[in-house]
């Protein structure tokens, strides 16, 4: 068995080529699999950590229920500069986690340029984490 010192890391979900796309403070389509089996897509708001991308929406919505059925999810980011460049990651959603102080809701309205306090609907909010399993550039 080869020492850790001589494995080769594994490629990166996202090529380097593409990074900028998901530093950049762009909207994505998330795409999300209704019970029918036909997609619903939605603009979002995203960050991403290295290791997941952030989201945030509420447990009223009918993504969150969509996800609940069926955690894979695809996202697709354009960059507006070069329409022809873009970005498609498809993941599969592992965390939700609570945010009634919609903390992540309020970081992601700064990353944004819309830097306001927490929303009417707080008390429902959720972050959610998407782990990018697979990217198809442009």
Do not use: C
Request: without cysteine; glycine residues 4%.
């Amino acid at each position: 068995m080869p020492s850790q010192a001589h494995q080769t890391p594994p490629d990166p979900v996202v090529p380097g080529s593409l990074a900028d796309l998901l530093e950049r403070p762009l909207y994505a389509d998330l795409a999300t699999v209704r019970p029918d089996g036909t997609p619903q897509v939605n603009p979002t708001w995203f960050r991403y950590d290295g290791e997941y991308l952030w989201l945030t929406t509420t447990t009223r919505r009918s993504k969150h229920r969509n996800w609940q059925r069926q955690p894979a999810v695809a996202l697709s980011i354009i960059d507006p500069d070069e329409p022809s460049r873009y970005l498609e990651i498809r993941g599969r959603v592992e965390q939700i986690v609570p945010d009634p102080e919609a903390s992540e809701f309020v970081r992601l309205a700064e990353r944004y340029g819309l830097p306001q306090g927490p929303p009417a609907d707080a008390a429902y909010r959720i972050a959610v984490a998407i782990r990018p399993l697979h990217a198809t550039p442009q």
